[in-house]
């Protein structure tokens, strides 16, 4: 039996599998805010920041395709993979996909968005979350759940107001921008919902991989 490469595998144990990929939202999370804008400036203006976003699509098709490709020759995707009869929503995942990053990345630059706020208005995808996944996948929540995303809303906006206040015409940035960046969560999070129905349409058998490789591909 060869290898099945997928996250999927990381362990049987549920609790091992949730908080290996907590961390790893965690931790690809805070690389991209700091690893994100640091790249677009490096380039000192030389080129743009869709240059940055080519880069990164042709990397994801790059690593994930030759894993799907060695899945499917030694027979590892299952039926529910392959068999997959609403194909239209990998392709919506691609279009969304390419969509936050479009508006991310473009409103990443320093010079457009502060480095600081970045991280402090990607916060917005948890209010997002919550109301884009209660009218569409019709999840319910629970009075402390719907609290604390009261809470990071209200903490979002309070550091907002004295933050844009600041944002003078001699400061060099614009307040549009930080609202782009923002807007930018929105087709993340949509993305995020769509691929959660593909996982209910089958029962949690997709592969994670294949749907990675398509959805680079669309977003490319």
Excluded at 87 to 105: E, Q, R, S
């Amino acid at each position: 039996m060869g290898m099945h490469l997928t996250l999927a595998n990381v362990s049987r144990d549920p609790f091992k599998v949730l908080i290996f990929y907590a961390v790893g939202t965690v931790l690809g999370g805070l690389g991209q805010q700091v690893l994100l804008p640091l790249f677009i400036s490096s380039f000192g203006g030389v080129t743009g920041v869709y240059f940055v976003l080519f880069f990164c699509c042709t990397f994801f098709n790059a690593l994930f395709w030759p894993i799907t490709f060695y899945n499917w020759f030694k027979g590892n995707l299952n039926q529910s993979t392959l068999g997959y009869k609403h194909h239209w929503k990998l392709v919506v995942i691609g279009v969304f996909d390419a969509l936050n990053g479009l508006l991310v990345v473009y409103a990443s630059s320093p010079v457009r968005t502060p480095a600081p706020l970045q991280a402090l208005l990607s916060q917005v995808t948890i209010p997002f979350t919550l109301v884009f996944s209660y009218f569409i996948l019709h999840h319910k929540y629970k009075g402390h759940q719907l609290v604390g995303v009261l809470l990071t809303l209200l903490g979002v906006l309070v550091t907002l107001i004295p933050t844009f206040k600041s944002f003078d015409i001699g400061s060099g940035f614009s307040v549009w921008w930080p609202f782009i960046y923002m807007i930018g969560f929105i087709p993340g999070v949509l993305m995020n919902i769509v691929e959660e129905e593909v996982f209910i349409d089958t029962n949690k058998k997709f592969d994670m991989i294949y749907l990675l490789a398509w959805e680079s591909l669309y977003q490319w």
